[in-house]
């Protein structure tokens, strides 16, 4: 499934191109929430996702590329994201933010940078519902692909045959595939989606690929 990121979009109007891939057949958006602490940029809050929310029934998934990522669940889940992703590297407690995201009664997501092993994550498996990771360092989109963060998803793929894999970053319908048969199955979309074309053929382009 793919997981358009509204990160590329002109921020002034994000409604236009989300009710676009809606209508394309999208049933889930992807926030990319920077704090510019853990990555150098500030993005959206929890006010976007909310007005996004309003816009029909899909998921909205935050990926939340903070520091303190739990002082952020509660508002993200008031704001009616079902999906929050954090990042390994921003606290020594994954396993308890994870439980307590699934206790929230939303689905839990451990991110991994690029230079983050997968090892790492290893153990907090059974309290997660996916594993996001970065094929790009996190902060910016339009950046290219990390082809060696594929063993990382082969190894992951490995250990958790049935766990949802989402990639991001880089992703366009070359990478896609390249991702896919190293056992991705979820793929973020950014900047692709902006380059020609509309938005929604785009959308249905590496949905197509999907099968
Ligand atoms: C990067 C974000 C990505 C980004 C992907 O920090 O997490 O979701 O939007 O953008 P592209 O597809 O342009 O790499
Ligand atoms: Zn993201």
Redesign the pocket.
């Known amino acids: 499934m793919i997981a358009p990121?509204v990160?590329?979009f002109d921020h002034s109007d994000l409604k236009s191109p989300v009710v676009e891939l809606l209508s394309a057949g999208a049933q889930l958006i992807?926030l990319?929430v920077m704090d510019g602490q853990f990555?150098p940029p500030i993005t959206i809050g929890a006010g976007v996702a909310k007005g996004l929310r309003s816009l029909g029934d899909f998921t909205l998934e935050a990926?939340l590329?903070t520091l303190t990522p739990e002082a952020h669940f509660e508002t993200f889940a008031e704001a009616g994201c079902q999906r929050i992703i954090f990042h390994v590297e921003a606290t020594n407690h994954a396993y308890r933010l994870a439980q307590s995201i699934r206790s929230m009664g939303l689905q839990a997501g451990i991110a991994l940078n690029p230079g983050t092993t997968a090892e790492v994550i290893e153990s907090i498996l059974d309290v997660v519902d996916e594993v996001l990771v970065?094929t790009?360092n996190?902060?910016?989109?339009?950046?290219e692909f990390i082809h060696s963060t594929m063993a990382k998803v082969a190894w992951i793929r490995e250990r958790a045959p049935d766990i949802l894999i989402e990639v991001?970053?880089?992703?366009d319908s070359e990478t896609l595939l390249i991702a896919r048969q190293h056992g991705a199955n979820r793929f973020?979309?950014?900047?692709?989606l902006t380059k020609g074309g509309s938005i929604g053929d785009a959308y249905r382009r590496l949905q197509a690929l999907c099968g």
């Open positions: 990121s990160l590329s992807h990319d990555v990926h590329m970065m790009v996190p902060g910016w989109g339009g950046q991001d970053g880089g992703i973020v979309v950014g900047s692709y």
